[in-house]
């Protein structure tokens, strides 16, 4: 294909011209849907050039008419192509009138106005908008929307968009028609629209000024009993946003729509969020607890977007993390208040490790704040979305929760009603402050993941230590040198006994707490403490106060040390990882014998310790005895030498293998003693408990023995919720057994109606640790249920694939790779942007053994050899083979 043109931030150029307003009209019929808008624009003053003319973002639309000032253009006044409508010579401020044809029912792509399921709904950002008609689709141009749909009263009784409902009514018999307004300017890709057979729930809140809002939630009719638990998330976030941060909601009504074919989780356009139906629906018997802290954040996530993100909104898409970012940050914080602080704080430290840190280390790392891109869809990562609210979170830890409060008050005072950039708000905080964040900004500007090194030193005769500290950022794309950052690191200092000691930095005339933040700037620079009564054990980056890689050269003692003694959970947590990962590392390096007695000692004390605890929190308990994933060591090995996951599998497996036998007797006591007592319940604690209990049952499972088959049966056939019935299948599906073939199809007869159990049923499946795995995966892609054009259904089977099966997704044989590359480009044609998503799978092939590495990128370039490959692959693939 042709190079596809790239965009750059340094070419950003304010729009020249404005839309004051909107007005669209849909009629939406079963072959095609007649969409006209009329616009008032404005032009920009602002800018010297008064002749430029109007240039409009269009794609796959059929231009029926354009008029200006109610007359119709002749066809030499404007030009037409694949991309734009350009207008030459406009007044300065006119009315135009579009209309359009488009194809919803074929709109594959999941972006614009798609039908599917039979429902109409619209997916606009990031640049989908210029799917349903002509208009500058950018996120500076906000404009007030109204718009009228009409449609077959039968099919399609409910009809939404943005705002009010201001008027509805009957056209002939057979069709009716509503008139939405929303008086809150907005940027198009906030635009909405959906129409279909729903049903919803209703409830109401209180904002804290008094006002009342009504709450809907809509669904298909076989799920209305499945809303509950998003309504009361969505009442909880709006509760917690007026307590920790003042913020009302602005309009009479919230809505909440849940579709089951959609690009990802959840989209925020105002009044009417768009949900992926796995955010919404749950109940016990269909949805898991993870499912329901999932739902839970991402309501909130997408309820908190109404003021960052939607009252305040982004200049250009290079902005991204300044909505996404914060509202991540805000969401977590919301999750942490919610659920338990230090759990939630592991889980995503655990998945910014596992995802963000190789993407920032990989063909793909960009800035959090990028300079260019391709497609923008392939920007909504990892680095944008959580090394972002990695960003705030640093500056909420420097500035403290007050200070951070203050430069929110000044941001929103500053720029409510605005299009901002992250400068923008980063300047909000300093100014509120009083603080200088200068070389703090360069987080936003620089990619690649920091990596810090520490010495440390204890003098006996002044009862000194001293820690200093190293920090390097390795090169990234387009980006070889890199500054020095300001990082901030907090530490504490533990005594032989495992107590925290008080901390006195040198210069300090007492000791000031027993968790210090300490402010790297140098790229080395030392700390010193003083009053340091015995050598201590220190404990570093409390909390992970900063995304960067430690490398702190703990010996084995030390890390089982922390452990058992850390006040920090976080650090415990990430001691007892670093400790089990350090033996299986070596284990895969063939620096010590898996045989050795002492080695497996090593690790099976701790663990039986941590299992055994009376005093810990069973929902860290798990965290701490789930041993670091085949992905997971994958990463760490690769950064000192090539991935065979052939050999990480059998070293893990043995690992898990031989912990479950040397505690077989406590794990049974520990799943006896967790089973479900009265009612099932999704409190933080009944939730700990049913993880304890499921882990051990996981462990068990490694022994494969008839009575621990039986044990897993018994729960599967005697479990009420869905938390304990995947559990034990996913038990039973690693177990080459005939309770398993049995267990599989039950799930299904129970359970066929449910698209979103299903999910699970595939993903399960795709998971197996059983051999040769990959064939059954192959029949069902040909299974009634399954659908390439859905793309959770394709998450469900394909990428559970590669990512819970690393070891038979890099077969040596290529047929994992093959498969993929399948999949690729069939979802090429149909989906861009999953096809890109699944591509990304790719990224880290340079990382592995050098016949896999072949094997890789003969997939990569049959795939950019194709043709007709999408910009949104395109992109991904062709980076990945620099
Ligand atoms: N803004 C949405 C959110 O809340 C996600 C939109 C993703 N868009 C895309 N093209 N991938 O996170
Ligand atoms: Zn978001």
Redesign the pocket.
């Known amino acids: 294909m042709e190079k596809p043109e790239v965009k750059y931030l340094k070419d950003y150029r304010p729009p020249a011209y404005w839309i004051d307003n909107t007005e669209l009209n849909f009629d939406l019929q079963e072959t095609n849907t007649l969409v006209k808008s009329v616009l008032n624009i404005r032009r920009n003053n602002d800018l010297s050039d008064k002749t430029i003319p109007l240039v409009l973002d269009g794609k796959n639309l059929e231009l029926l008419f354009v008029k200006i000032d109610k007359k119709h253009l002749d066809s030499d006044k404007y030009q037409i192509n694949s991309e734009n409508l350009t207008i030459y010579d406009v007044p300065e401020s006119f009315s135009l009138e579009v209309t359009t044809k488009i194809q919803p029912q074929n709109n594959t792509s999941l972006e614009g106005l798609y039908k599917a399921g039979g429902i109409f709904c619209t997916q606009c ?2 640049e989908g908008f210029r799917k349903i008609t002509y208009f500058p689709d950018r996120p500076d141009v906000m404009s007030k929307y109204s718009c009228t749909i009409t449609a077959d009263r039968e099919k399609y009784p409910i009809l939404l968009s943005n705002g009010n409902l201001i008027n509805s009514g009957m056209t002939d018999q057979n069709r009716h028609w509503a008139q939405w307004e929303d008086p809150f300017k907005k940027p198009s890709y906030l635009f909405a629209l959906v129409a279909g057979d729903l049903v919803y729930i209703e409830d109401f809140y209180k904002t804290k000024s008094g006002r009342s809002v009504t709450l809907r939630i809509y669904v298909e009719h076989m799920n209305i009993d499945k809303c509950g638990h998003a309504m009361q998330s969505l009442k909880k976030a709006m509760k917690w946003d007026e307590d920790v941060f003042g913020l009302e909601y602005d309009l009479d009504i919230y809505m909440i729509v849940a579709v089951n074919d959609f ?6 356009n105002k009044g009417l969020n768009i949900f992926n139906s796995k955010y919404v629906l749950a109940k016990p018997e269909t949805a898991t607890d993870i499912d329901f802290w999932n739902i839970e954040r991402v309501i909130a ?2 309820y908190f ?1 109404n003021w960052t993100g939607n009252r305040v909104t982004l200049k250009n898409w290079f902005q991204l993390s300044l909505k ?1 970012g914060l509202t991540v940050f805000r969401d977590q914080e919301f999750s942490s208040d919610m659920t338990s602080r230090p759990v939630k704080r592991i889980s995503d430290v655990r998945s910014l490790r596992s995802f963000q840190f190789p993407e920032d280390a990989g063909p793909m790392a960009h800035p959090v704040r990028p300079e260019s891109y391709i497609e923008m ?1 392939n920007f ?1 990562t990892m680095t944008v979305y959580e090394k972002g609210a990695e960003i705030i979170r640093m500056i909420h830890r420097i500035l403290g929760k007050q200070g951070f409060r203050k430069g929110m008050n000044l941001y929103f005072k500053r720029h409510d009603g605005q299009a901002v950039t992250t400068e923008d708000f980063v300047k909000a905080m300093e100014d509120a402050n009083q603080a200088d964040l200068r070389q703090f900004r360069l987080w936003y500007s620089q990619a690649g993941t920091p990596e810090i090194s520490v010495k440390r030193a204890y003098n006996h005769k002044n009862k000194t230590y001293s820690m200093t500290f190293t920090q390097k950022c390795p090169p990234s794309p387009g980006m070889s040198e890199k500054k020095a950052m300001h990082i901030p690191v907090a530490v504490g200092l533990l005594d032989k006994a495992g107590n925290d000691m008080p901390l006195q930095l040198a210069g300090q005339d007492k000791p000031e707490g027993t968790t210090i933040l300490l402010n790297l700037y140098k790229t080395t620079q030392t700390f010193e403490f003083v009053n340091v009564y015995e050598p201590p054990v220190p404990s570093i980056l409390r909390g992970f106060s900063a995304p960067v890689k430690l490398r702190a050269e703990y010996t084995s003692r030390e890390q089982a040390f922390l452990l058992a003694n850390d006040s920090d959970e976080f650090h415990r947590w990430d001691s007892g990882q670093r400790f089990f990962a350090g033996t299986m590392i070596n284990m895969v390096q063939g620096k010590i014998k898996n045989h050795d007695p002492d080695v497996l000692g090593a690790i099976i004390e701790p663990f039986r310790k941590t299992l055994l605890s009376t005093e810990l929190d069973k929902a860290f308990i798990s965290h701490v005895l789930t041993l670091p994933s085949e992905s997971e060591l994958g990463i760490l090995i690769s950064e000192t030498a090539p991935i065979d996951p052939e050999l990480i599998h059998q070293v893990r497996r043995f690992i898990t293998h031989a912990i479950a036998k040397a505690l077989k007797n406590d794990f049974e006591r520990i799943y006896q003693d967790n089973q479900e007592k009265g009612l099932y319940n999704i409190d933080a604690e009944s939730i700990a408990r049913r993880s304890l209990k499921n882990l051990a049952l996981s462990y068990l499972g490694m022994l494969e023995t008839p009575e621990i088959i039986k044990i897993a049966c018994n729960q599967f056939n005697k479990a009420e919720n869905m938390t304990d019935e995947i559990a034990a299948l996913g038990v039973l599906s690693h177990i080459q057994c005939s309770e398993r073939e049995k267990a599989i199809d039950d799930f299904y007869q129970k359970w066929k109606s449910d698209t979103l159990v299903l999910d699970k049923w595939f993903a399960i499946q795709a998971g197996s640790q059983i051999p040769g795995i990959i064939d059954k995966i192959k029949e069902l892609l040909n299974h009634p249920d399954f659908s390439i054009k859905n793309p959770n259904k394709v998450r469900a089977l394909v990428s559970s694939f590669c990512g819970m099966n690393p070891w038979q997704f890099h077969h040596i044989s290529g047929n994992g790779y093959k498969f993929m590359t399948d999949r690729i480009l069939e979802l090429n044609a149909i989906n861009p ?1 999953i096809a890109a998503r699944m591509a990304g799978i790719f990224n880290h092939w340079k990382k592995y053994e050098p016949s896999r590495q072949k094997l890789m990128k003969a997939e990569l370039e049959k795939i950019i050899n194709t043709p007709d490959i999408s910009r949104h692959v395109y992109e991904i693939v062709s980076k990945a083979l620099v």
Do not use: I
């Open positions: 950002e990031a690009n990802m989780g959840a989209m925020e996530h997408e977007h996404e869809d909504y942007q």
